[in-house]
């Protein structure tokens, strides 16, 4: 599996120690940055991260910022994108069996690095349920992009 994953300034240290990890879990990792704790700015990370799945040049993504929260706001702007902060493994595991969440998003100043490879782990680990009901609600989802969200 091909994982690309950002962080902005704020989750720079948390994303070194992710990448360490997940290459030696033996997952093939794209790096979008930053690449330096100097400020930046998340969506552009978010952006990054988006391309990368939408494009299917990987196939999950971790993205990293202070709390999540703004990280999450910035990735689901994207057709196709769907991010969620999680924290702990049961919503990160969930979060892909029943609704196929595509990007994990951490607080880097809210989680401790092991729990958060923990959820990560969660997250790469668990596969889309493709249960009729969860279909029918992706598929409303799908419908709500496409009329609410202007095409590039």
């Known amino acids: 599996m091909k994982v690309v994953i950002g962080a902005d300034h704020g989750g720079y240290h948390l994303k070194n120690a992710l990448v360490d990890y997940l290459l030696r879990m033996g997952y093939e990792v794209v790096d979008v940055g930053a ?7 998340y969506p552009d990370f978010a952006r990054a991260v988006a391309e990368k799945i939408i494009t299917e040049d990987a196939d999950r993504g971790v993205l990293i910022c202070g709390s999540g929260v703004g990280a999450s706001i910035a990735a689901n702007k994207f057709k196709g994108v769907r991010a969620a902060v999680c924290h702990d493994t049961y919503s990160a595991r969930q ?14 100043r809210v989680i401790g ?17 493709d249960l009729e009901r969860y279909r029918k609600r992706l598929q409303k989802i799908k419908e709500f992009e496409e009329k609410w969200t202007e095409s590039n």
């Open 95 to 108: 979060g892909v069996e029943d609704d196929n969440m595509n990007v994990l998003c951490l607080g880097a």
């Open 113 to 129: 690095e092991e729990l958060a490879k923990d959820v990560v782990r969660a997250f790469l680990s668990a596969t889309f349920k």
């Open 35 to 41: 690449y330096n704790s100097e400020p930046s700015d």
